[in-house]
């Protein structure tokens, strides 16, 4: 390889070269001389490394040391590695606050940064380092963009703590907020199981969003089989960093692209990891958008086909017993992996970055004898997947009801409604909510909230007050991954955009029927029409800024709430 910067190129360097080649290109080598770089440097494929490293939350909290080793990986394989980050928003931080807003709005963000930064600065091939739930679907969208080599590298999932003897995470924090409000736990208690629930970096340790995705990433293809799966403070991360830098290299040489991995097939192999896992349904919303990145048709009915016949095959928090890093000792994804494809559940031939196909993936999984997270497909934990998708008058485009964790597929009873999560956490802190409830949070959707905020303050503590078996909540708006019980979400069309959960009174009688698939309210469609027809509109939350911006620009919920030209 030439260290002459008007050579010829590396043939590698199949964009980088517009930016480093030629004595036309004087000024931009003299910028990057300056940061360090060198002739030799620069005459070699030049491959990005973003991060989302942010003080706000353990969950990101180690991904500027994993740069490193990625980085060393990069120059190992022969390429040039450039750094770049960008922002990060912690769902568990902002929770209950009207920062929540910022959460989904953030995914857009990222994407378009990495993108922005990836197309300004002609990157050969990327790695994106990726923690905390927005910023793991974030960084495929923008890989999906560009459709240049690359690959996503979750920085691990967080250690459970220790309280009184057993494993917890945040969920057991939110879950106490409830207990204290009903006079079950001290504030002494609440405050020692705060110290303790987070002990060091990583994302967060149930099969929570965050958990979710980066399974569904390694089962998707676009992560290297395993590697993501590592925790973050265990020892092999960093060896797992170094091999992703290798292979971003060798999928540079070869020219491998994203949309070479990510196909329906892939998508709908995704889907399946999901519902075998009972993981988040914020996966829906996230899989949708890679789809549309990509122009793969998708919808969400095909969550509910794909759901309905994959088994629950891991027992994983909150529906389950188990946690990220216990999969982990277990055998890992691997073990999911093989359980569906010997069930026949998934598309076998399809492409993983690190070059294997999923059965291949699955032949080499390597189980920890006595491990109890994953059960054989043939003996599940729940014959059906963790979700389902309903319509009815109340979700014409359809909401998606979250089914690990909880027998309940029917429930009848009068609507508590209220204007905005605020009010509904107020109620239930009041003990205003009973058993055979439904609670009704609506104007908390995309557009109108906007940002489609998670309600797992509210939910955690109607779970925390000892009625979560018998209260059912709909909302426009979305559920953390760790939320459990009869919760249905991502109701569209949403309130703001004058869909019916907008017409809901106080004591009509909704019916979420999950057999039959349908979430309904329970009067004449003349008397429906009706109110909607009186419906108007509200003023918007938000008038300029991002948020306004979002509002303007996002899509239903039932199409991924991504955002687009109109």
Same mark, same amino acid.
């Not at 698939?517 to 991002?546: H, K, M, Q, S, Y």
């Given at each position: 390889?030439?260290? !002459?910067?008007?050579?010829?190129s590396?043939?590698?360097?199949?964009?980088?070269?517009?930016?480093?080649?030629?004595?036309?290109?004087?000024?931009?080598?003299?910028m990057l001389k300056g940061?360090?770089?060198t002739?030799?440097d620069l005459?070699r494929?030049?491959v990005?490394v973003?991060t989302?490293w942010?003080?706000?939350m353990?969950?990101?909290?180690?991904?500027?040391e994993?740069?490193?080793h990625?980085?060393r990986?990069?120059?190992?394989?022969?390429?040039?590695?450039?750094e770049l980050?960008t922002i990060a928003?912690?769902d568990?931080?902002?929770?209950g606050?009207?920062?929540m807003r910022?959460s989904?709005v953030?995914?857009?963000v990222i994407?378009d940064?990495?993108e922005?930064?990836?197309?300004g600065?002609?990157?050969?091939?990327?790695v994106?380092?990726v923690?905390c739930?927005?910023?793991i679907p974030?960084?495929?969208?923008?890989?999906?963009r560009l !459709?240049?080599?690359?690959?996503v590298?979750?920085?691990?999932?967080?250690?459970p703590?220790?309280?009184?003897?057993r494993?917890?995470?945040?969920?057991d924090?939110?879950e106490?907020?409830?207990a204290h409000?009903?006079g079950r736990?001290?504030?002494?208690?609440?405050?020692a199981l705060?110290?303790v629930?987070c002990?060091?970096?990583?994302a967060?340790?149930?099969?929570?969003t965050?958990?979710?995705?980066s399974m569904?990433?390694?089962?998707?293809?676009?992560?290297?089989?395993?590697?993501?799966?590592?925790?973050a403070?265990?020892? =092999?991360?960093a060896a797992a960093?170094?091999?992703?830098?290798?292979l971003?290299?060798? /999928?540079?040489?070869?020219?491998?692209?994203?949309?070479?991995i990510?196909?329906?097939d892939?998508?709908?192999n995704?889907?399946?990891?999901?519902?075998?896992?009972?993981?988040?349904t914020?996966g829906?919303?996230h899989?949708l958008?890679?789809?549309?990145?990509?122009?793969?048709p998708?919808?969400?009915?095909?969550?509910?086909?794909i759901a309905d016949?994959?088994?629950?095959?891991?027992s994983?928090?909150?529906?389950?017993?188990?946690?990220a890093?216990?999969?982990?000792?277990?055998?890992g994804?691997?073990?999911?992996?093989?359980e569906l494809?010997?069930?026949?559940?998934v598309?076998p031939?399809?492409r993983n970055?690190d070059?294997r196909t999923l059965?291949?993936i699955?032949?080499?999984?390597?189980?920890?004898?006595?491990?109890?997270?994953?059960?054989p497909?043939?003996?599940?934990?729940? %014959?059906?997947?963790?979700?389902?998708i /309903?319509?009815?008058? %109340?979700?014409p485009e359809?909401?998606?009801v979250? /089914?690990?964790?909880?027998?309940?597929?029917?429930?009848?009873?009068p609507?508590?409604?209220?204007?905005?999560?605020e009010?509904?956490f107020?109620?239930v802190k009041?003990r205003?909510i009973e058993?055979g409830d439904?609670?009704?949070?609506r104007?908390?959707?995309p557009?109108?909230?906007p940002g489609?905020?998670?309600m797992?303050?509210?939910t955690a503590?109607?779970?925390?007050?000892?009625i979560? =078996?018998e209260?059912?909540l709909?909302t426009?708006?979305r559920?953390?991954?760790?939320t459990?019980?009869?919760?249905v979400g991502?109701?569209?069309p949403?309130?703001?955009r004058?869909?019916p959960?907008?017409?809901?009174q106080?004591? =009509?009688?909704v019916v979420?029927d999950v057999?039959?698939r349908?979430l309904?309210?329970?009067?004449?469609d003349?008397?429906?029409?009706?109110?909607?027809a009186?419906w108007?509109?509200?003023?918007?939350r938000?008038?300029?800024?991002v948020?306004?911006?979002?509002a303007? /620009?996002?899509?239903?919920a039932s199409e991924g709430?991504?955002?687009r030209?109109r």
């Amino acid at each position: 390889m030439t260290t !002459d910067p008007y050579g010829p190129s590396d043939p590698a360097k199949r964009r980088s070269a517009a930016m480093t080649d030629g004595p036309d290109r004087a000024p931009a080598r003299a910028m990057l001389k300056g940061t360090g770089f060198t002739d030799e440097d620069l005459a070699r494929p030049i491959v990005g490394v973003a991060t989302t490293w942010i003080e706000t939350m353990p969950c990101n909290l180690n991904q500027r040391e994993l740069a490193t080793h990625v980085k060393r990986g990069v120059r190992e394989a022969g390429g040039t590695p450039m750094e770049l980050n960008t922002i990060a928003v912690s769902d568990g931080v902002s929770m209950g606050t009207d920062g929540m807003r910022a959460s989904l709005v953030s995914r857009e963000v990222i994407a378009d940064s990495i993108e922005l930064a990836a197309r300004g600065h002609s990157f050969d091939g990327l790695v994106c380092l990726v923690g905390c739930d927005k910023t793991i679907p974030a960084a495929v969208m923008a890989l999906a963009r560009l !459709d240049i080599p690359g690959l996503v590298l979750y920085n691990g999932s967080i250690a459970p703590g220790r309280f009184r003897g057993r494993d917890v995470t945040i969920q057991d924090v939110f879950e106490v907020v409830g207990a204290h409000a009903a006079g079950r736990a001290s504030a002494g208690e609440v405050h020692a199981l705060e110290s303790v629930a987070c002990p060091g970096a990583g994302a967060c340790g149930g099969q929570f969003t965050a958990n979710t995705m980066s399974m569904a990433l390694d089962i998707l293809g676009i992560s290297p089989a395993g590697l993501n799966g590592v925790p973050a403070a265990h020892p =092999d991360k960093a060896a797992a960093a170094v091999e992703a830098g290798r292979l971003a290299m060798r /999928l540079v040489r070869d020219d491998v692209r994203p949309s070479q991995i990510v196909t329906r097939d892939s998508i709908d192999n995704a889907i399946a990891g999901i519902a075998a896992s009972g993981g988040s349904t914020n996966g829906v919303l996230h899989l949708l958008a890679i789809a549309w990145e990509l122009g793969i048709p998708l919808t969400i009915d095909d969550f509910d086909a794909i759901a309905d016949r994959t088994p629950i095959v891991a027992s994983l928090t909150p529906g389950g017993r188990y946690v990220a890093t216990d999969l982990h000792e277990a055998g890992g994804v691997a073990l999911i992996t093989r359980e569906l494809v010997g069930a026949g559940l998934v598309h076998p031939g399809a492409r993983n970055v690190d070059g294997r196909t999923l059965a291949e993936i699955a032949e080499a999984a390597r189980e920890t004898p006595g491990q109890q997270v994953v059960v054989p497909a043939d003996r599940p934990l729940s %014959l059906t997947g963790g979700l389902a998708i /309903l319509r009815g008058n %109340l979700a014409p485009e359809g909401c998606v009801v979250k /089914l690990a964790g909880h027998e309940r597929r029917l429930h009848v009873g009068p609507a508590r409604v209220f204007e905005s999560e605020e009010e509904a956490f107020a109620a239930v802190k009041r003990r205003l909510i009973e058993p055979g409830d439904v609670v009704v949070i609506r104007y908390e959707g995309p557009a109108g909230g906007p940002g489609m905020r998670e309600m797992l303050h509210v939910t955690a503590a109607i779970v925390g007050e000892g009625i979560g =078996d018998e209260v059912a909540l709909i909302t426009d708006g979305r559920f953390s991954g760790a939320t459990h019980g009869l919760m249905v979400g991502h109701v569209a069309p949403e309130a703001a955009r004058g869909g019916p959960i907008a017409a809901v009174q106080e004591g =009509d009688t909704v019916v979420l029927d999950v057999d039959a698939r349908e979430l309904r309210l329970e009067i004449p469609d003349d008397e429906l029409a009706a109110r909607l027809a009186a419906w108007t509109a509200p003023e918007p939350r938000e008038t300029r800024g991002v948020l306004a911006k979002y509002a303007a /620009l996002v899509s239903s919920a039932s199409e991924g709430a991504v955002t687009r030209p109109r």
